[in-house]
């Protein structure tokens, strides 16, 4: 069978190599997912990320004849994949004019140097990912690796250091592989990576923090209910009670963060509630997280508007992370429409 499995597939990459476009899909179909996936990690951003990934399938597609067996087809198009990523990060491609900040009247509690775009990850497409094992030497969950503390954490590193550490420590390639596919020694990998999982450790959540709990359990469900239900009401002193004290707000791609629950009530109270304003919260997950469809209640009107997507980061039981992406394009990528009709 083994030998059977060998011969179709060279019988396919020969037909590739001809230029059989079916034969190219069939060769490059079951990473297209999970490419996709690397891409998001390494730029942080969901429409970055496809189109890297139809960037990465065409250069491969035009390079079939340079390909030359060495590794299997799925490292070839991480190769490709990963490079064509910091290219782009070189070139700067990815710089987005900022919205402008809006701000509690006590202010944002820090600035810290945040991703210059970030945008979350459809539950859906996690859900087509292969079920395929890291390498070995992986070091993470894949649960935490998909995760938005982890996706803004690797985007505080240079990107050759983001590159390396995504090969090494989320997928498992051996240090020869990402030698090979950055064009790099295999010292320069160990250091890069050495410095890498340093600036990492640093930028997430802290050890004392409690784990969230897991995805769909009873105790999640009990959390994100409650959350809606203050939220919908406008309770800024029942959403404080489901908050950590160290909670955190961020609103990419704005740059303002407000940290700890009494400047998240600030904001919350004079911001986002303000003059009476009320939102309806339509569940979906982004990054293996708790998230929700945001929509902005018309007074007077029984239509509400979309008002951009928050992902929850939970820690035991309450509330650590509140992360509302303002751009209501997004909400497409999730089958959300962009305005709902109430009853």
Partial sequence: MAAETWQDGEAVLARARAGDGDAFRVLTEPYRRELQLHCYRILGSLQDA????QETLLAAWRGLDGYQERASV????????TNRCLNALRAGERRRPRPEVVTAPSGPSRRPAEPAWLEPYPEPLLAELPDREPGPEARYEARETVSLA????LQQLVPRQRAVLVLRDVLGFRAAEVAAMLGMTANAVHLALRRARAVLAASLPGQDRERAPLPGSAAERRVVDDFARAFEAGDVAALVELLTQDARLTM???EATYEGAPAVADFLRSVVFADGRSFVLRGVRANGQPAFALYRRDRGSSI???HGVMVLGLAGGRVGEMTRFVDNGLLGAFGMSRSLRQE
């Fill in 150 to 153: 982890f996706v803004v954490g």
């Fill in 252 to 254: 990419p791609p704005l």
């Fill in 304 to 306: 509400a508007h979309a």
């Fill in 50 to 53: 496809e189109d890297l990934l």
């Fill in 74 to 81: 799925r490292t070839w198009l991480y190769r490709i994949a």
